[in-house]
């Protein structure tokens, strides 16, 4: 599912803090979490479950690869599975609805 503010991307100006907050809230195995994280183009950062039950994911995609880049569109793919997974994806995406007013489009 595509999510977006109600201004849109192009006008929200608070992408490194949201950034943060998904890296905050979706930890990486690598630092004792339990998400993934693909990086296949230089604009783009996915967050993947590494689920054989099902796939739950963030994807963020940035207008451009500087430094002053900004946030094109997020999109999510939740997998209800009762997975740890899915419970913090699902917390996530209740935060950017109350936090910034992102919701599904």
Not at 64 to 89: M, P, R, V, W
Request: with cysteine; aromatic share 12%.
């Amino acid at each position: 599912m595509l999510m977006t503010p109600d201004e849109g991307w192009q006008n929200f100006s608070q992408s490194d803090e949201l950034v943060e907050l998904v890296a905050s809230s979706l930890v990486l195995e690598e630092n004792q979490g339990i998400w993934q994280y693909y990086n296949f183009s230089a604009c783009s950062s996915v967050w993947c479950s590494d689920e054989t039950c099902g796939t739950n994911q963030l994807q963020i995609i940035f207008t451009s690869e500087d430094s002053k880049a900004t946030i094109k569109s997020l999109g999510l793919e939740l997998t209800n599975n009762a997975s740890e997974f899915f419970k913090q994806l699902y917390r996530l995406k209740r935060t950017l609805k109350s936090r910034y007013n992102i919701q599904e489009i």
